[in-house]
């Protein structure tokens, strides 16, 4: 069955440092990878698409890079502010609609 | 746009009684999604729709569950008899539908999101 792994609920890091986050699938072999932003008590919120045919995407300070063959995304915020503080879900997109998200890391930034 | 609707958005009711989440997609989107989101199973995929029509229920949990779009604007998510672990934040949201594996940068089948709906059962 589909699985996606987001191996860590929650990261807490000192404000300017890096973020890394990291979305493990098994079983897929998914055509896009989406990163969404989630605040408390709001729907998630698009971030950055990837596809399978590219290593690594870049927006502002966010980066993000896709292994298929490690089956692995990794989500960057470099110079991380508190407002960065938010719950990351990793989501893979199969055929032409269907997406199924990982449990997501709760990422605190604290100055 | 004003994005996508739902209503309503907090619902407490007892168990056994029926509930009706309500969906208005963003004008244009011809895909459309339900999700349920709760601590213990996140974000889950419950149904979704394209232009109207489903396309993969396998996520409904129950006969209990049922899912419509009688038009492009509109969806609901219907529980009935609701039961405790129905208990849940419901998120519905829309997208276009991509072109599998064709889809230009300007495209990217990214999903927007309601605020979502709260359920309570007692």
């Known amino acids: 069955s589909q699985k996606i792994e987001q191996n860590s609920e929650a990261l807490n890091i000192q404000e300017g440092k890096t973020a890394t986050l990291t979305c493990n699938y098994t079983?897929?072999?998914?055509?896009?990878l989406q990163w969404y932003r989630q605040d408390p008590g709001r729907g998630p919120v698009f971030l950055l698409l990837?596809?399978?045919?590219?290593k690594e995407k870049r927006k502002e300070r966010l980066k993000v890079t896709f292994d298929t063959t490690l089956k692995q995304s990794l989500f960057h915020i470099t110079a991380s502010q508190p407002a960065d503080s938010a719950t990351y879900l990793c989501a893979l997109r199969f055929g032409a609609s269907k997406i199924i998200f990982g449990s997501g890391t709760r990422l605190s930034i604290r100055p | 746009d004003a994005g996508v609707i739902q209503s309503p958005r907090h619902e407490v009711t007892e168990m056994g009684q029926e509930v009706t989440l309500r969906c208005k997609p963003i004008?244009?989107?011809?895909?459309l999604f339900w999700y349920r989101q709760t601590m213990m199973r996140g974000l889950e995929l419950l149904i979704y729709?394209?232009?109207?029509?489903?396309?993969?229920d396998s996520g409904m949990p129950e006969d209990r569950f049922s899912a419509k779009m009688p038009n492009a604007s509109f969806s609901t998510l219907k529980i009935q008899p609701s039961e405790p672990r129905d208990s849940a934040v419901y998120f519905c949201?829309?997208?276009?539908?991509?072109?599998?594996?064709?889809?230009?940068?300007?495209?990217?089948?990214?999903?927007?999101f309601g605020e979502g709906s709260r359920l309570t059962v007692l």
């Open positions: 004008s244009g989107h011809n895909s």
């Open positions: 729709f394209n232009n109207n029509v489903p396309i993969d």
């Open positions: 949201a829309s997208s276009f539908r991509v072109a599998f594996r064709t889809s230009g940068e300007a495209n990217t089948g990214e999903l927007f």
């Open positions: 990837i596809r399978e045919n590219e």
């Open positions: 079983n897929y072999s998914p055509a896009y």
